[in-house]
Structure formats: C-alpha cells, structure tokens
C-alpha cells in the first residue's frame, strides 16, 4: 500500500477576479507604500504588461466623470450649452481637487468610517451651497459679458436673462442635485482607494510570500550540495584506500564537472528534464566507478518531457536515495529504474529500485533527500504536486512524485521558431 505524503498547507491568496495584478514601483517593480490614486511614483500594472500611472489616473477619472456628469445637464443653445457646461465643471472639478487634499489627510489619519460617513455627509450639504454660489456668480458674469458684445448677444442673451434673476441660495431640488453630486464623487473617491489599498495589501503579502519562498528554496537547495559532497567524497577517499588512482583522479574530475554545474543553477528554482538528466548521469557516473558492476541504472524518458520543468537537482536526490538505501547495502548490488512520463496536465517522475523496499511494520522515514523533495515541491507548487512512497513491481522501494506539467516559455520559442 503506497503512503501519500500529504504537504502542508502553504498560506495563498485569492485570485484576482479581474484583469488588475498589481501595484508596484515604476523604477523598481516592487510594491510601493503609496500606490494610490493621487501619487506620483507608482503604477498599475494590467494582465496585459501594460502600465498606468497613478498620477495619470485620477485625473482621468476624475475630469472624465465632471465631463460626463455635465453632459447630462440641461442648457442653452450650442455655446451657451458649452460655456455653462465649462464654468459647471470648472466649479465642481475645482472644488473637488480641493475636497482631495482634505480627504488624502483623512485617509493618512485612519478616521473610521463611523466618524467619516456623517462628517462626509456634512461636507457634501455645506460644499453643495458653495459650489452653487461659485458657478452661478462665474456664469451670470461670463453671460452677461457675453451678450454685451453684438456677434455674440443671439447666443448667449437667453442664459443672460436667465440667470440674472438667480437667487443665490439654493432651493431643495437644487441642493440635492449639487449636494448629490458631490457625495457621489466622495463615495468614488473612498471607494476607489480603498479598493486600490486592498490590491496593494494584497501584492505586498504575495510579495513578501515569494521572498520566503524563495529564501526557502535556495536553503533547500544549498543543503543537497555538502550532502551529496560528503557522500562522494568518501567515495574518492575509499578509491585511494583500495590503490585505485585512476578511478580516483576520475571520480574527482566527474566531481569536479557535476559541482561547478550545480553553481550554473543555484539561482534556478526549475530546470528542464533534460538538463536534470545530466546531473543524474554525472552521478551515476561517479558512483559506477566506485562500485562498478554493483550498480545497474536505466533511464527512460518520454521525448516530450525533455523541455518539461521540475525543480532543479530534484532528481538527483531521489536516485541517490535509492542508491544509498535499495542498492549499495546488498552485497550482490542491484538496479536503479527511473522513468519520467507525461500524464495528461501532469508530470510524472518515478524512481524504483529493486532493494528490500519499505519497511513493512512502522512508519516510513526520510533522509535529508527525500525531506528535502518534499519540502521543495510544497513551496514551489502547494497542493498541485505530490510525493507518494510504496513498494514498486519488483519488491523495493519506490517514490513517484506529480508536479504540474510545464514547458519553460524560452523553449517554446525556440521550438517555434
């Protein structure tokens, strides 16, 4: 019976419903503190890779939603429309850059929305009567200018007449509208960035979980190398014991090759299968000419899994535990077989030997190889892959790991073209 070693649950996020990703630095791709609307130095950054600043984009929201909002009110002919229409967004877009700066300092001191809902509303009614009184004096001034000039009089004569008589407090209807209007631009304003600060939390955890799980990896990693060094060492040593110089000088020079591939790819969190594959022939190799004839290793691996990624020198382990542990204790010897296949969405990486197998009473345990495997397949996949242990076809041990099945976009290209 195979035992499933079930990994951890490793703290995720929820995905994003939509197309926004993140917000980061312009300069340096990071998440900024400030990344809000009104900033200067941060960027949104869509799906598509494209980027809009924040200081691009609030005064795109906000003259673009004045301008909409006054095309809705009713005026005089076509320049009277234009010219009423200009001193109604003038006033109200004005006001608001200012009502901006108090709400900013608002936001920066953490008011609770219990507090700031009613002080809102406050502001919105007092504003309403503010704004009116703005736009009426700048409009009757502007017409009444206007229609003094002869080419013009027929345009803006009728606006004139009208807003002469204006009284200059509002009336109920005329409150609600301006008082309204400002409430609504405030709603959109709070909400918007609360909005915006939520994604920005959000891409400061995934951020700083990426660097964890980054930091982790290269620990995991870097703890394979005196492992696997201390084991061919010995080897090396036991060579020259036993008067096999050439075997030595060989094994030391293999040693040579395999390690300083292994710095090529200490800041590589996947390589292909390919590339995994000769890190294990270079191992196999350099047990081989320890133990000659003792150690049998087969290789069977689909073409289509050849630019596969998995993480890097994971393999390699897993052979190396099966030497250790299912080969080198008989006398006699035995075989390794590693198979790599492609199961619909997933790749599959088994490894067998041919040894005694798992123990029968008892719970299994794990050397620093596979630990390691497991700890690394936890943070770079969660619980997309697995690692299950068992007794393979021919009695020994055998440990199959599932991992996503991905081709890295360098080798697309290359096959592509």
């Known amino acids: 019976m195979a035992v499933q070693l079930e990994p951890t649950p490793l703290t995720r996020l929820p995905q994003d419903d939509g197309h926004l990703v993140s917000f980061g630095n ?35 929201l906000h003259w673009g939603g004045w301008l ?3 095309w809705t009110v009713s005026s005089w002919g076509l320049l009277g429309a234009l010219l009423n229409n200009g001193v109604f967004i003038a006033s109200g877009g004005l006001l608001t850059l200012g009502l901006r700066r108090v709400y900013r300092r608002v936001r920066v001191s953490n008011v609770s929305y219990a507090i700031l809902a009613p002080l809102v509303l406050l502001t919105c009614a007092v504003l309403g009567e503010v704004w009116y009184l703005c736009e009426l004096l700048t409009a009757r001034t502007a017409f009444q200018h206007l229609a003094a000039i002869d080419g013009l009089r027929a345009q803006f004569a009728f606006g004139a007449q009208q807003l002469a008589p204006a009284p200059l407090l509002l009336n109920m209807g005329q409150w609600f509208v301006y008082a309204f209007a400002l409430l609504t631009w405030s709603s959109l304003y709070f909400g918007i960035n609360s909005v915006m600060a939520l994604e920005l939390e959000k891409a400061r955890v995934t951020f700083a ?3 964890a799980d980054t930091a982790r990896l290269r620990v995991l990693q870097t703890q394979l190398n005196p492992h696997f060094l201390f084991n061919a060492l010995n080897g090396v040593a036991t060579l020259i014991r036993e008067h096999q110089g050439a075997a030595a000088a060989k094994m030391v020079s293999t040693l040579s090759d395999f390690l300083r591939a292994t710095l090529h790819t200490a800041n590589v969190p996947e390589i292909s299968v390919s590339e995994e594959l000769v890190f294990v022939d270079q191992y196999v190799e ?29 393999l390699q382990p897993l052979v190396e535990n099966a030497v250790q542990h299912g080969v080198l204790p008989r006398e006699r010897g035995g075989s390794v077989c590693v198979s790599i296949t492609r199961r ?10 041919d040894g005694p197998g798992p123990s029968k009473t008892g719970a299994p345990t794990f050397g620093v190889g596979l630990g390691n495997t497991t700890e690394r397949l ?30 890295s976009e360098a080798i697309s290209t290359s096959k592509g073209d």
């Open 286 to 314: 350099l047990q081989q000419l320890r133990f000659t004839d003792r150690l049998r290793v087969s290789i069977e691996a689909d073409e289509e899994t050849y630019s596969a990624l998995l993480p890097t020198l994971i």
């Open 344 to 353: 619909g969405a997933d790749l599959r990486v088994a490894v067998e030997d």
């Open 68 to 70: 909409l909002f006054a």
């Open 378 to 407: 936890r943070a770079l996949y969660g619980d997309d892959a697995a690692l299950t242990i068992g007794r393979s076809a021919s009695g020994g041990f055998s440990v199959v790991v599932r991992l996503p099945f991905r081709v």
């Open 26 to 60: 312009v300069a340096s791709g990071t998440p900024g503190a400030e990344s809000l609307l009104g900033t200067h130095t941060h960027a949104l950054v869509f799906a598509s890779g494209r980027q809009i600043s924040s200081a691009t984009l609030f005064p795109l």
């Open 209 to 211: 979980l990426k660097l």
